[in-house]
């Protein structure tokens, strides 16, 4: 069943309409409905956010703390202008837990974006199997216990396709994608292992997915970034030893920085960028 809504998908995603949806003055004009005007629903109003955090609070955090954080930040930010926007890949088999650690490290990064192909194949998998409207997505392993490993595979390799177009984004990626093909859309970026972390649900898909994981794992080796770390380690620790970890491989590599400089030069002789890529073909 998957396999057919997946082709389906991917059919569905060769034609994406463009300016769906256009704010003009207090009416909004929808194009798939006939360019109807209709009232536009009201505003919720803005939570602004004070620009300082009050003197009581800085107070509180001890002195080592907030020379910690500013150390960790300032790391980001080192790391973040050598990436010239040059995409990251996290595999592993983290699960929930390596989706924290991407998402945090993204906020870190100047500018990136974050994107989890487990999650976005989740919500995919709900709609094209008919699940109920604004129900939460099952999880991987409710995916796995229900389809053919082979049909959850190219699901994750139809998301991974739509991603790869993306510049300036960290990815966290499903698990089993570790085939040459996968690797190679992967490492038009810097890949990163974060090694350690224990999957959701151990023992969903059960023995066909528990082999399958032991050959995940010993592939995920070939990443370019290698970072052990603790299963009950902090998010945010985990963050700083990715940082490190590449910081680390970009100075041993100052070929890469130099290929991301090349890259980002040529985009902007053509007009584009890295923030603003040509469409892909």
């Known amino acids: 069943m998957l396999a057919v809504a997946l082709l389906l998908t991917r059919c569905a995603a060769a034609y994406v309409p463009s300016c769906s949806l256009r704010t003009t003055g207090s009416f909004t004009c929808n194009s798939l409905a006939g360019s109807r005007f209709q009232p536009a629903a009201p505003r919720a109003r803005a939570v602004r956010c004070q620009a300082e955090m009050p003197k009581e609070a800085m107070e509180s955090i001890p002195p080592a703390a907030m020379a910690d954080a500013w150390m960790r930040d300032e790391k980001a930010k080192e790391l973040g202008g050598l990436l010239k926007g040059c995409s990251v890949y996290l595999v592993g088999t983290g699960g929930a837990k390596l989706d924290t650690v991407g998402r945090i490290f993204a906020r870190r990064l100047p500018k990136y974006r974050y994107y989890s192909v487990p999650d976005l194949m989740c919500s995919t998998y709900a709609t094209i199997s008919g ?56 490492q038009q970026g810097i890949v990163v292992h974060v090694e350690g972390l224990a999957p959701d649900a151990p023992g969903a898909g059960g023995d066909a997915v528990a082999a399958a994981r032991s050959g995940w794992e010993a592939k ?58 040509p469409p892909a073909a």
């Open 131 to 186: 699940g109920e409207v604004g129900a939460a997505p099952p999880k991987m392993g409710a995916m796995y216990d229900a389809e053919p490993l082979a049909d959850v595979q190219a699901l994750a390799r139809a998301i991974m396709d739509q991603v790869q177009q993306y510049t300036r984004c960290v990815v966290s990626v499903w698990e089993g994608a570790v085939t040459t093909s996968d690797f190679a859309v992967m």
């Open 220 to 277: 995920h080796a070939a990443a370019d970034v290698v970072v052990p770390v603790a299963a009950d380690a902090p998010s945010d620790d985990i963050v700083y030893d990715v940082v490190q970890g590449m910081l680390k491989f970009i100075q041993k590599n100052p070929g890469k920085a130099g290929e991301w400089k090349r890259m980002s030069d040529s985009l902007l002789e053509q007009g584009w960028s890295v923030d603003n890529p």
